[in-house]
């Protein structure tokens, strides 16, 4: 049974900095692709990134890095904005994505149960 856990959310002010960690288990996931989304409050849940490919509205300031020994995933954010607050959740496709999919959320398999991020002004 594979199962993702984020961890590291929180409450920051603007311009500040968080790492968000996903560790998973049940499965190694060396040759899986492992993204990361947000949900706002009354909004859908929106693509943030996978590997070195970013959202518009995070490019530059968020980057994304494994641990394939730790089967940990990691999303490093930084220059916060109050516009990044939301859920975080990291998500799992087993074996490789196609390009043209990634930022979709029925490509996943797996999905962690998410962690708040706030982000103060």
């Known amino acids: 049974q594979v199962q993702l856990v984020e961890s590291g959310g929180g409450l920051v002010q603007a311009g500040g900095s968080l790492r968000l960690s996903c560790e998973a288990s049940?499965?190694?996931?060396?040759?899986?692709?492992l993204a990361w989304f947000r949900q706002a409050p009354g909004k859908e849940r929106e693509f943030v990134g996978i590997g070195t490919y970013f959202a518009d509205s995070v490019k530059g300031r968020f980057t994304i890095s494994r641990d394939n020994a730790k089967n940990t995933l990691y999303l490093q954010m930084d220059s916060l904005k109050p516009e990044d607050t939301a859920v975080y959740y990291c998500?799992?496709?087993?074996?490789?994505?196609?390009?043209?999919?990634?930022?979709?959320?029925?490509?996943?398999?797996?999905w962690g149960p998410g962690t708040q991020v706030t982000v103060s002004t």
């Open positions: 049940g499965r190694t996931f060396t040759r899986d692709a």
């Open positions: 998500a799992l496709k087993i074996g490789s994505i196609n390009a043209g999919v990634m930022k979709q959320t029925s490509s996943y398999d797996y």
